[in-house]
């Protein structure tokens, strides 16, 4: 009786282990499935890796990315963060810490700032300035 297929049931049900999974920082994990469809799917998902990430294991382990070619300006731009609990934060000369937003957290940001809660339509460079002054990066 419900409108959904057996496979997008198995792969929201797959999507939600794993993501409890990485919520208790879970390192390893394997996976059993019926469908290799699914798995593989979550296989591509999970493979994209967060910019934040990046700097979170430089400040944690002192693991500079293999992709990064210049690993002197990558220290640069990593000493100007800092880890809080689970999160990424900017520090600034004169301006307070900066939560750093993943691609879903600045989209929210950038459509509340744009049309709900902040105020009226504005413009690029105003939208980053709001958003900065909020607290985010």
């Known amino acids: 009786m419900f409108p959904i297929s057996n496979n997008q049931f198995?792969?929201?049900a797959l999507i939600a282990g794993m993501r409890l999974a990485k919520g208790c920082e879970i390192q390893n994990i394997m996976v059993y499935c019926d469908s290799l469809l699914v798995v593989q799917q979550v296989n591509d998902v999970f493979q994209e890796q967060d910019w934040r990430t990046l700097y979170m294991e430089f400040i944690k382990h002192g693991k500079i990315p293999k992709e990064e070619k210049n690993p002197r300006p990558f220290q640069r731009r990593a000493?100007?963060?800092?880890?809080i609990g689970d999160d990424l934060y900017r520090r600034g000369f004169s301006q307070p810490l900066l939560k750093c937003l993943g691609d879903e957290e600045a989209t929210l940001a950038m459509e509340e700032t744009h049309e709900g809660i902040c105020g009226t339509h504005i413009g690029g460079r105003s939208l980053?300035?709001?958003i900065l002054r909020a607290g985010y990066y």
Do not use: L, P, R
């Open 128 to 130: 980053a300035t709001k």
């Open 10 to 12: 198995e792969y929201e």
């Open 79 to 83: 000493s100007f963060f800092t880890i």
